[in-house]
């Protein structure tokens, strides 16, 4: 059963204060080329610096974000907002209500409806 996501970036230390106010949590496990965050039942994302020789791809992906609602998918757009993440617009798209940011080496985050 899948249980992690790697994102690929380019300073894990700046990634890892951008996720850590987006998801609300410290990492769980860091050090310089790597830093790993707890996003609950068994689920974990990892940091993984572009330069390690662990790193073997440079393509890119969305990492998606369920909410429960039209509602919410607004509310967490002004969070985001708020925390200064430059979220686009919400918009209504034809799988329902959603918004995307880019982190800070351009991986493509979603927030987007849950059903």
Avoid at 64 to 77: I, K, N
Avoid at 80 to 94: K, L
């Amino acid at each position: 059963m899948p249980n992690l996501i790697i994102l690929y970036v380019e300073d894990p230390t700046a990634s890892a204060a951008f996720y850590g106010k987006l998801l609300d949590r410290e990492p769980v496990f860091a050090v310089p080329t790597y830093v790993s965050f707890d996003l609950g039942s068994g689920f974990m994302l990892g940091l993984l610096s572009k330069s390690s020789p662990a790193a073997v791809s440079d393509k890119g992906f969305e990492f998606a974000f369920l909410a429960d609602g039209p509602e919410a998918v607004d509310q967490e757009h002004q969070r985001w907002r708020d925390a200064g993440i430059d979220a686009a617009q919400p918009f209504d798209a034809q799988f329902g209500r959603t918004f995307t940011a880019p982190d800070p080496d351009g991986n493509l985050l979603r927030v987007c409806l849950a059903d």
